[in-house]
């Protein structure tokens, strides 16, 4: 990276001088993960054999289970870690930045080396862990998409946890009513709407807080729906509590391609879903008018007001169109992993949500990798308790929040929102 300084020449005349800069984050924390990997086999040695399954029963094939020496699988592949840490440096030394193949080349191995160690004397589901992940970041990838969207227009979507809760709500109620599904869905997407009206009324049109808009509208969507859930669902559950689920489709031949087939073909058509909001709203964003009228009264809403867009029904707009996105993401609760709606079941994944948004850097596709390394995480905490590892219990809840914590510390670097979010435009 380079910069722009300015010096005073020996005449008094002001000269502009070129600075480079080291980018040193990436590799230090490349460094530290290294040494902390090394200490925990240097520390806790485990011996034996670890075996990976890499196929899965909806397969038409079976593909042998893998087993490797625990030990010195271990040891080699931090051997392998340690060279990439090596040429992360020298990438730093000569002004250059890690390059985004060799920090994701690291992240598979190491994570490889720890399942190695984690597994010793076990089986790694690697499809079921896959799975896993992808189906506990679906809710979070519909959320960070409505993130990135109220806030490329220019609102601070921090009511994303209310929109899955009330999304959740209304899909369980409608599914359970009409025994329909897509019924319960459009519900869903109701329900974030609704959400969303109120955080456009309060932000756009009488210029209230948005954050504490946010922080509000979550608190009140948990209360009321903490309410009918008691008063209502609760006592007539048969009824107004057993939504009808989606189930899974199959897409022949896709869904038997090795590892990867059945986590992305063997889905329900939410996760279809998913893999389509994603690449229209990537797509959107970037190509196309709405993309640019959106960015635009989310940069210089004054510039674009002088163009002829109109601003504020812009930022009115495409807000409830986050909250109908963000609804989808609470119908998978109960239309897909659980089939039934509980008091608080969001559980506070509108927030981490928010923070793949940020983590994303506003972008489609950057913040739904960020909510699938939660996922991952998430479903990495599971699968080490099953394994019963060594490591403690307290560290097996916290590890989704430090690997979300470390990536934005170690690799995200100085980040800069749209220039207008969360500052409400009044027209001169």
């Not at 998978?332 to 940020?358: E, H, N, R, W």
């Amino acid at each position: 990276m380079t910069s722009l300084a300015q010096t005073q020449a020996a005449d008094g005349t002001v000269q502009l001088a070129t600075v480079r800069e080291r980018h040193l984050k990436a590799p230090i924390t490349l460094a530290a993960v290294t040494a902390l990997l090394a200490l925990l086999l240097a520390l806790v040695p485990r011996t034996g054999t670890t075996s990976f399954r890499l196929g899965d029963q909806s397969q038409s094939f079976e593909l042998p289970i893998v087993e490797l020496p625990t030990a010195a699988t271990s040891w080699v592949v931090l051997g392998i870690l340690v060279v990439l840490v090596v040429a992360a440096f020298l990438r730093a030394w000569s002004y250059r930045k890690a390059s985004l193949l060799l920090v994701a080349a690291f992240g598979v191995l190491a994570v490889f080396d720890f399942l190695v160690w984690a597994g010793a004397g076990g089986l790694v589901p690697v499809t079921s862990l896959l799975f896993g992940a992808v189906s506990l970041s679906v809710p979070l990838v519909f959320g960070a998409l409505g993130g990135v969207i109220g806030e490329r227009a220019g609102v601070v979507n921090v009511a994303i946890e209310g929109q899955l809760l009330l999304g959740a709500f209304s899909a369980a109620l409608l599914s359970s009513i009409t025994g329909n599904p897509f019924v319960g869905l459009i519900g869903a997407m109701v329900g974030g709407v609704l959400v969303a009206s109120v955080l456009a009324a309060f932000a756009i049109k009488y210029l209230v807080e948005q954050v504490i808009v946010g922080v509000v509208l979550n608190v009140l969507v948990t209360g009321l729906t903490g309410f009918l859930y008691g008063a209502l669902l609760a006592p007539n559950e048969a009824e107004l509590n057993t939504p009808e689920r989606f189930s899974r489709i199959k897409i022949p031949v896709l869904s038997d391609i090795p590892i990867i087939g059945p986590v992305l073909f063997n889905q329900t058509f939410i996760v279809y879903l998913m893999f389509i909001t994603v690449a229209v709203v990537a797509w959107g964003l970037y190509r196309t008018k709405w993309g640019l009228r959106l960015r635009a009264v989310g940069e210089h809403p004054q510039a674009a007001d002088t163009v002829g867009i109109k601003v504020n029904p812009t930022r009115f707009w495409n807000v409830l169109l986050a909250g109908a996105i963000a609804g989808i993401g609470g119908a998978y609760f109960t239309l897909v992993s659980v089939p039934q709606f509980g008091k608080d079941m969001t559980a506070g994944l509108g927030f981490i949500a928010l923070a793949a948004v940020i983590f994303g850097r506003w972008d489609p596709i950057r913040a739904t990798l960020a909510a699938l390394l939660f996922g991952f995480a998430t479903n990495l905490q599971n699968l080490l308790s099953i394994l019963k590892t060594p490591v403690p219990s307290e560290f097996m809840l916290m590890l989704p929040y430090v690997v979300t914590l470390l990536a934005v510390a170690g690799f995200a670097g100085q980040i800069r929102g749209p220039a207008a979010s969360g500052k409400p435009y009044i027209k001169s």
